[in-house]
């Protein structure tokens, strides 16, 4: 992802606890898709600049740490999400039948499964 107007890569995703936030970094290599995870706390100065520091202390460990389980959560959604993506309908509806079979495992395989097992077809 990039910025439009001045061609800047963002973030896949920004999750914030006050003044520290998780930033979701999106990255590509010959495997296919990964994804990063930045934290950072914001805070003025004595003149009102803004500012970030990688440097936390006290209740701001409480808050990387509860952003790390969500950050943990969204960086495993946004994978998931590349890989339905990328995959072709046959794959699709393979994965389907495979998620249907493993939730009623008492039930007959779906006849998908049988006619890709049948050696005589």
Request: charged share 30%; glycine share 4%.
């Amino acid at each position: 992802m990039t910025d439009q107007q001045n061609n800047k890569p963002r973030p896949a995703e920004t999750l914030r606890d006050g003044n520290v936030k998780a930033t979701i970094w999106r990255n590509q290599n010959e495997k296919g898709a990964f994804y990063n995870t930045k934290f950072s706390r914001s805070y003025q100065d004595q003149e009102g600049k803004y500012h970030e520091s990688e440097h936390f202390q006290g209740t701001d460990m409480l808050k990387v740490g509860r952003l790390a389980d969500r950050a943990y959560d969204k960086e495993r959604e946004l994978r998931q999400l590349d890989r339905t993506q990328t995959q072709t309908p046959q794959q699709s509806a393979d994965k389907e039948a495979y998620v249907k079979d493993q939730q009623n495992p008492n039930q007959q395989p779906n006849q998908h499964h049988q006619r890709n097992n049948d050696p005589s077809l």
